[in-house]
């Protein structure tokens, strides 16, 4: 089946520091989704991407879809302490299939 | 406002106990969706559901049961089959019809076993 690969799966940086995380797949992606989930909650949707090559940000987050379409990136600029929490990539591999495939997660903890 | 309620937020199963999750939307959504989600771990999908009185298994269906009756809701029984529900259970919904469709998630129920 399809596989995501989170890269790094947890990070540990102080307040003010920029983050990178990507997101890699075994097969071509035509959406690629960020979602951030902080403890005993849901994911809340960050960013939405639906074409390669396409660049968006939400204020401190920018996310870019590969241009291989196996790959999508989410940087936060600046970060501070309410940035902390799992940071999930998602996507369905094939058009027409709601079924959403989801990485394992990038875990975000903020060094005071 | 419109969202996704799950109840109860934590809920304790005793042995051989057949327990039931509640998942409403009230954002007009056709499909909804049933996620388990473990210490440090991914979501996998449990069941989902396209339309009303259809739904389909997902990657770890054994143990839980759905149904579908209402375009509002999407209950999940955890029964006693499943012998290891301690978990974090999320419900999502999205638009629904083809192609690729951003799903939005509930607040999650926590599952323990006493």
């Known amino acids: 089946g399809q596989q995501l690969n989170q890269s790094p799966q947890s990070m540990f940086i102080q307040e003010g520091e920029d983050v990178s995380m990507n997101c890699t797949s075994s097969?071509?992606?035509?959406?690629w989704l960020w979602y951030k989930q902080e403890p005993g909650e849901g994911p809340v949707l960050l960013i939405a991407l639906y074409k390669a090559g396409e660049l968006t940000s939400n204020g401190r987050l920018t996310a870019q879809f590969g241009i291989t379409r196996k790959d999508s990136f989410l940087n936060i600029s600046a970060s501070i302490p309410s940035d902390v929490g799992i940071y999930f990539c998602a996507g369905p591999s094939n058009f027409g299939n709601e079924k959403l495939t989801f990485g394992t997660g990038t875990r975000l903890t903020i060094i005071p | 406002d419109g969202g996704i309620t799950q109840s109860p937020k934590y809920l304790f199963r005793k042995e051989g106990q057949n327990v039931t999750l509640s998942c409403e939307q009230n954002?007009?959504?056709?499909?909804m969706y049933w996620y388990r989600q473990d210490p440090g771990q991914g979501l996998r999908l449990i069941y989902y559901s396209q339309i009303v009185n259809d739904f389909q298994k997902g990657d770890i269906a054994e143990g839980y049961s759905v149904s579908r009756e209402k375009k509002e809701s999407f209950p999940l029984t955890v029964t006693s089959a499943q012998k290891n529900p301690t978990a974090f259970y999320l419900c999502?919904?999205?638009?629904?019809?083809?192609?690729?469709?951003?799903?939005?998630f509930g607040p999650g129920t926590r599952l323990l076993v006493l």
């Open positions: 999502a919904s999205s638009i629904g019809g083809t192609g690729a469709e951003t799903q939005y």
């Open positions: 097969s071509i992606f035509n959406t």
């Open positions: 954002l007009n959504h056709d499909a």
